[in-house]
């Protein structure tokens, strides 16, 4: 920690052959956090940097690329995650290089012979049947999580902006949600919600109490603290499908919703507010008492 006070005080003249990669990291992020708005932005590369414990001490001039690779590589994680640990090692290298901490960008040139993470290819989203949702529902007291993907069947959350819904944006009294992310349109949206799930949003309140936790998921068996991430929630999410020997993907629970509202004749406006998705004649999100009446009333046409 010398060296990091040495770099508080004069960040230009600092010792570059003494500071260490975690060092670098907290300065880094010391400026970086502020700049984001969503909190999740931030537990995503905290997240990543938790993968990273094998560079924590070894100092940023010692480390080569073989390093920051095999760290990647070697991370038991999906590839989403070992794309946010390669995005955080290009943030802090361009930090460190700024700072003249360093001389070389090695993680501009990791990889060099081909990127081995590879992103799956976009397959035809399919929902969730009818059998396989009654499934969901003769399993929710039994396999851990099943409510989870319930609740994303009837609400129409993508999975990022379902696993970090908090307490305080859930009004039970008035049967709504609020919250989203990605878009304008999906930014700050209300969701109502539906009659068939209250009582499983109402259990999942209790255990948040209980936990003294702002989230309405939360996993108690986690390392790295009960809030949900994106990334324990596809696994949680796997593991349901696992247990019922289902295929879906996270993002089919949305699908699910947006299938299901089009065969019950939702309004297409409403279901619009309701995903997030943007409409040319809309030029301002503007919730009134009326707006949200007809929210609810229109989910409410979606049965079981």
Known sequence: ??????????????????????????????????TLSNPSSIRTITAAYAYCNGLYDMRMNDIRVSYLES?????????????????????MYKYAVAHDIVDKDHASVMFANGNPIKRERTKEPIPFTDEEV??????????????????????GWRPQELSILQIADIDLESRTMKGGLKTDA????????????????????????????????????????????????RKRFQK???????THRPHE????????AKSCNVDEHILKLIVGHSEKDITEKVYTHR???????EIEKIIK
């Open 71 to 91: 760290t990647i590589l070697n991370a038991d994680v999906g590839d989403s995650t070992k794309g946010r640990i390669k995005s955080l090692f290009n943030m």
């Open 253 to 260: 629970t949305r699908h699910t919703f947006i299938t299901k």
């Open 134 to 155: 009654q499934q969901l529902w003769n399993s929710k007291d039994s396999i851990p999580f099943t409510d989870m993907v319930l609740i994303g069947i009837y609400s």
């Open 186 to 233: 999906g930014k700050n949206r209300i969701v109502p919600i539906h009659p068939i799930i209250k009582p499983l949003i109402e259990n999942r309140m209790k255990e948040a109490d209980t936990l003294q936790s702002e989230y309405l998921f939360n996993d108690v068996n986690g390392q790295q603290g009960t809030y949900m991430t994106y990334d324990k929630y």
């Open 240 to 246: 349901v499908m696992d247990r019922l020997k289902m």
């Open 1 to 34: 920690m010398i060296a990091l006070a040495e770099y508080n005080e004069n960040p230009y003249d600092i010792k570059a052959d003494s500071i260490t990669f975690s060092e670098v990291y907290e300065k880094w992020n010391e400026g970086y956090f502020p």
């Open 291 to 297: 707006t949200i009446d007809q929210l609810k009333a």
